[in-house]
């Protein structure tokens, strides 16, 4: 099987405009639909975060969905690896599947390395200014290696993964996050705090 599908293009199709807007769901959900990129280290607490603030969010009443890089990879994603052209591929179609859930009125929360810079821009170009908030969860490496419940560290540091992020494999820390929110020191409904005021402040939500 092929390790991505990027040589892949559609042609001869047009995009339907709806006549539901996403300013039309907006107004029907009462917030404002946005892409919320939580990028990190494995175990820098993306996904722990990105649940956390889920949790919150819906108990407020919003719509909301977690993308979750594990669960991405059992079904939309099952078909790549962990190649470099694998991993753009992947979060390409993660960001391409996160803009239509915020054009739908829906608060996405993504939870991925995504480790390549330019990949996390080139998801930032997908959409308007202020659609796209990207939330670096700041751990030391030293951290996310007592939070690795699957001994994905141990197994890169002794070379049974290959291209394991921070080990084998580069990744480029933002250089102007929207956000950044320091997994490794700050506890979790502190950091959840941070971020739902954060919201507010870009008025995604009302607090």
Not at 39 to 66: D, I, N, P, W, Y
Not at 82 to 111: D, P
């Amino acid at each position: 099987m092929n390790d991505t599908n990027t040589n892949f293009t559609s042609t001869n199709v047009v995009w339907h405009h709806a006549t539901v807007t996403r300013e039309r769901r907006e107004q029907l959900n009462g917030h404002r639909g946005a892409i919320l990129w939580f990028t990190g280290l494995s175990g820098a607490g993306k996904s722990t975060l990105a649940h956390a603030v889920e949790e919150k969010l819906h108990q407020m009443g919003c719509r909301t969905f977690v993308l979750d890089g594990d669960n991405v990879r059992h079904g939309l994603c099952g078909d790549l690896g962990f190649t470099t052209e694998a991993r753009i591929e992947n979060i390409r179609r993660v960001g391409e599947v996160a803009k239509l859930f915020m054009e739908a009125g829906v608060i996405v929360l993504t939870a991925f390395i995504s480790p390549y810079r330019a990949d996390r821009d080139r998801v930032r170009s997908m959409v308007v200014p202020g659609d796209f908030l990207e939330i670096y969860c700041n751990s030391p490496i030293e951290i996310c290696e007592t939070r690795d419940v699957k001994g994905l560290y141990k197994k890169a540091r002794a070379g049974q993964i290959q291209e394991f992020t921070g080990i084998s494999s580069p990744y480029e820390v933002p250089l102007h996050p929207d956000l950044t929110v320091d997994t490794g020191s700050v506890d979790l409904d502190a950091c959840v705090q941070q971020t739902l005021k954060f919201l507010a402040g870009n008025q995604v939500i009302r607090l």
